[in-house]
């Protein structure tokens, strides 16, 4: 298989690169990296010389010869390398221009802020204890939410952007499950629940769920 | 005038998009958005009805009827809109990806993890100083320029990505400026270092800097 993908199941941003290669119909080798194990996995010489961030995930395209890291680099090269399926992104260059900027309120302004390795920051830097950062994480997911939900409102329908599925819903989805692991009261979003439930009917997006993926820890996993 | 930026001198975010805008050589009108004054701008009820996010910065193309937030969005939008003059993203799709991916390095690794919405809440949160809050940002910088040093050793030209300058360049250049700010040993960074001086010799980038910003508050203005 010439397409990888090292992740781990509960990255939201592996999460979403599952989403968008099972939306694309792309088969894929999907190689766990352990992100807290032996002192994280992603930081092994050998996870290093493919990604020297460190971070995941990483993906890997032997017939282009190709290592890309950032998930919505990678999105973007899926869908043109891959036109005959789904496309991710519109064609008509403001739409384009929105899509990607919604697609980034979450990559660029929230996921970055709530992450793993800044909350390890916090807990060794300031002391901070499980239950405040989770109040962190949530507090920027909130945020976030607040200003996509108002968005959301001139714009959606089925999806965030009318009816297609673009790659603002793949990078939704994962989000709002990261905002229900911290506590994050959903109800108040009621655009974002609903867009996220009907992505969530779709088989793409159901096989990409962290609980189903080999990797998986929880007691909801397959 | 038809295109309109509202940003904030000393916002990364906003300087990549005044260096986008002069290297695509657009005329524009910059709209200061004071982020602590009055409790920041950003929050205003006119601020806010442009930019859900109550982020900078937005741009307005009055003539397409497009209000963007997000600046790697409006770059990608400036490029495909403005196609005559400096591409900022290559043409190739292996190239576009790698391009994308070292712009995302720093738009969404390292710049949303110490802005000042990030540090403001580490003083309000965890009581953390002024010296405690600047440790945290350059402990990020430097995190993402070690991944991005060791990146460009393969690629980097003149600029990151041989000798055109691409989109990567326009993320690299705000975020040495605001590493220099939080005291960044930038000699541990020779590569970004040679990359950072080869564009700041560029009269698009020297535009741009926050120094030549009318809001510039610093003894460095003009």
Same mark, same amino acid.
């Given at each position: 298989?010439?397409?990888?993908?090292?992740?781990?199941?509960?990255?939201?941003?592996?999460?979403?690169?599952?989403?968008?290669?099972?939306?694309?119909?792309?088969?894929?080798?999907?190689?766990?990296?352990?992100?807290?194990?032996?002192?994280?996995?992603?930081?092994?010489?050998?996870?290093?010389?493919?990604?020297?961030?460190?971070?995941?995930?990483?993906?890997?395209?032997?017939?282009?010869?190709?290592?890309?890291?950032?998930?919505?680099?990678?999105?973007?090269?899926?869908?043109?390398?891959?036109?005959?399926?789904?496309p991710?992104i519109p064609a008509h260059a403001t739409e384009r221009a929105r899509v990607?900027?919604?697609?980034?309120?979450?990559?660029?302004?929230?996921?970055? &802020?709530? /992450?793993?390795?800044? %909350?390890? +920051?916090? $807990?060794?830097?300031?002391?901070?204890? =499980?239950?405040?950062?989770?109040?962190?994480?949530?507090?920027?997911?909130?945020?976030?939410?607040?200003?996509?939900?108002?968005?959301?409102?001139?714009?959606?329908?089925?999806?965030?952007f009318d009816?297609d599925?673009t790659?603002?819903?793949?990078?939704?989805?994962?989000?709002?499950?990261?905002?229900?692991?911290?506590?994050?009261?959903?109800?108040?979003?009621?655009?974002?629940?609903?867009? &996220?439930? /009907?992505?969530?009917? %779709?088989? +793409?997006? $159901?096989?990409?769920?962290?609980?189903? =993926?080999?990797?998986?820890?929880?007691?909801?996993?397959?």
């Open positions: 298989m010439s397409i990888k993908l090292y992740g781990y199941w509960r990255s939201t941003a592996s999460y979403r690169v599952r989403i968008a290669l099972n939306l694309k119909q792309i088969d894929y080798q999907y190689i766990p990296v352990h992100l807290v194990k032996n002192g994280g996995e992603q930081h092994s010489d050998s996870y290093a010389s493919l990604n020297p961030a460190e971070l995941v995930p990483t993906f890997v395209d032997d017939d282009e010869d190709i290592i890309l890291n950032q998930s919505l680099a990678i999105i973007e090269y899926l869908d043109e390398r891959f036109t005959g399926t789904a991710l990607r900027a919604l697609a980034q309120d979450i990559a660029c302004d929230i996921q970055p &802020v709530g /992450n793993l390795r800044v %909350l390890n +920051a916090l $807990k060794t830097q300031y002391n901070a204890d =499980q239950k405040h950062v989770a109040k962190w994480a949530a507090h920027w997911i909130v945020q976030g939410f607040n200003g996509i939900e108002k968005r959301l409102q001139t714009q959606a329908g089925k999806y965030c009816f599925v790659i603002a819903d793949v990078c939704l989805v994962p989000q709002a499950y990261n905002a229900k692991r911290f506590g994050v009261d959903m109800s108040a979003f009621p655009l974002i629940s609903k867009i &996220v439930d /009907n992505c969530n009917k %779709l088989d +793409a997006f $159901k096989r990409a769920l962290p609980e189903n =993926q080999i990797d998986c820890e929880s007691e909801l996993c397959v």
